[in-house]
């Protein structure tokens, strides 16, 4: 993983390899959702490598001795509408205690503004560790926005993990809240005239949702 003060960049030859899938446009709709899942599953070895742990005790076949469990993190997933959506499944197979609030934002084509719709957060998200997720981290201001709305709630904690990056986008986060941790599956190489990611791999939300 390449680790740059809050920003984290997996390296895994898995995530890897199932991005260059991602990114073909040949790729089916339903290939698309699972793999979608699929990397934020892998993602969360690192983001979650904090997760508090408790210790209880376990009988063995062989002999009685205490050993750690997950202690019941106090966690809520945000995803941002549409696209976050296809990654949520991702982190809840492996945490299904988890809350998740929604957040709805669209970016206006024109000026790349993001436009809110719909917020809806979990009650006891005050203190809690909290992690947004949208698979497109592009110009930075529906993250920016998203993360400003959560703030007004009082977390303990945010991270935002993304499966495509750009550079321009982790500089607008990390400049307007250099506070939370970034986790991209890749960070790319720019963004286009009209606010895509270059090389990218289109449009998440349409590709997720075959609405295009
Ligand atoms: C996409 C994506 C992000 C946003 C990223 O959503 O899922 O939310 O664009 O762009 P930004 O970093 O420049 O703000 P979109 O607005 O296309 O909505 P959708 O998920 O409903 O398709
Ligand atoms: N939103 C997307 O879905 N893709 C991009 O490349 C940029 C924003």
């Not at 899938?21 to 979608?36: A, M, P, Q, V, Y």
């Not at 024109?110 to 560790?129: A, F, M, R, V």
């Given at each position: 993983m390449n680790e740059l003060k809050n920003v984290f960049v997996m390296d895994h030859p898995l995530i890897k390899h199932k991005i260059t899938?991602?990114?073909?446009?040949?790729?089916?709709?339903?290939?698309?959702?699972?793999?979608?899942i699929e990397v934020t599953r892998l993602m969360c070895y690192e983001a979650l490598r904090d997760l508090p742990l408790k210790e209880i005790e376990v009988e063995t076949p062989i002999t009685t001795s205490v050993f750690k469990v997950l202690a019941e993190p106090h966690l809520s997933i945000v995803p941002i509408l549409r696209a976050g959506i296809g990654m949520v499944e991702g982190v809840t197979s492996l945490l299904p205690t988890a809350r998740i609030g929604h957040i709805g934002l669209y970016?206006?084509?024109?000026?790349?503004?993001?436009?809110?719709?719909?917020?809806?957060?979990?009650?006891?998200?005050?203190?809690?560790?909290?992690?947004?997720?949208?698979?497109?981290l592009a110009t930075g201001g529906s993250a920016i926005d998203a993360i400003s709305g959560i703030k007004k709630h009082n977390p303990a904690s945010i991270k935002f993990m993304?499966?495509?990056?750009?550079?321009?986008?982790?500089?607008?986060?990390?400049?307007?809240?250099?506070?939370?941790?970034?986790?991209?599956?890749?960070?790319?190489?720019?963004?286009?005239?009209?606010?895509?990611?270059?090389?990218?791999?289109?449009?998440?939300?349409?590709?997720?949702?075959?609405?295009?």
């Open positions: 899938l991602l990114r073909d446009k040949n790729t089916s709709s339903k290939e698309f959702r699972e793999l979608i970016r206006d084509p024109k000026t790349l503004k993001p436009i809110e719709y719909y917020c809806k957060l979990p009650s006891d998200i005050n203190g809690g560790d909290v992690i947004v997720l949208d698979p497109m993304c499966i495509i990056a750009s550079p321009e986008g982790i500089e607008a986060v990390t400049k307007a809240h250099p506070d939370v941790k970034i986790y991209c599956a890749s960070k790319d190489k720019c963004l286009n005239k009209d606010g895509y990611i270059v090389p990218g791999l289109g449009d998440a939300g349409d590709r997720i949702f075959g609405t295009k």
